[in-house]
C-alpha cells in the first residue's frame, strides 16, 4: 500500500502539469487572438492617421500656392519683379514657413501614431503557467525523494 502512494503522487502531478500546460497553450492562443487584433487596431488607427496627415499635407500645399500666387500678383502688379530683392525674400520665406508647418506637423503625426503602439511589457500570462508547471513538477519530485 505504501507503494501506492508514490504513484499516486505522480499520476496526480502529472494530471497538474497537463492541466496546467493546456492552460498554458489556451493562454496563448488567446493572448495570440488579442495581438493580432491589436495590431488590426494598430493598422486602422494608421491608416487613419496618414490619411488625415495627407489630407492636412494637400491643404497646406494649397494654401502655400495660393498664398505664393497671391503675393506674386500683388508684386506683378506694383511693378516690383517678384523673384528678385525683397519680393524674393517674401515668396522664399513663405516657403520656409510652410516647410517647417509640414515638419512640425510630421513631428505631431509621428507622436501620434508612436502613441498607439501597445507596450512590449504586456503580459500576456505565458511564463506564469510554465513557472506554475514547473513548481507542480518541483513539488512532485519532492514528494517522490520524501
Known amino acids: 500500500m505504501a507503494q501506492l502512494v508514490p504513484i499516486a503522487a505522480v499520476a496526480g502531478t502529472a494530471a497538474s502539469l497537463y492541466g496546467t500546460v493546456r492552460q498554458g497553450q489556451q ?3 488567446t493572448a495570440k487572438a488579442q495581438a493580432r487584433q491589436q495590431q488590426q487596431d494598430l493598422d486602422a488607427r494608421a491608416q487613419q492617421l496618414a490619411t488625415a496627415q495627407a489630407a492636412e499635407a494637400r491643404s497646406r500645399q494649397d494654401k502655400l500656392e495660393r498664398t505664393v ?16 530683392g525683397s519680393a524674393g525674400a517674401i515668396t522664399a520665406g513663405l516657403a520656409q514657413d510652410a516647410a517647417e508647418a ?35 513538477f518541483g513539488s512532485a519530485v519532492r514528494n517522490l525523494l520524501d
Do not use: I
Request: aromatic share 4%; hydrophobic share 35%.
Open 69 to 84: 500666387s497671391s503675393t506674386r500678383a500683388r508684386l506683378a502688379a506694383s511693378g516690383v519683379n517678384p523673384d528678385q
Open 27 to 29: 493562454q496563448a492562443a
Open 102 to 136: 509640414a515638419a512640425d506637423s510630421a513631428g505631431t503625426y509621428e507622436a501620434r501614431l508612436a502613441s498607439g503602439r501597445s507596450s512590449l511589457l504586456n503580459a500576456d500570462g505565458s511564463l506564469t503557467t510554465w513557472l506554475r508547471a514547473g513548481n507542480s
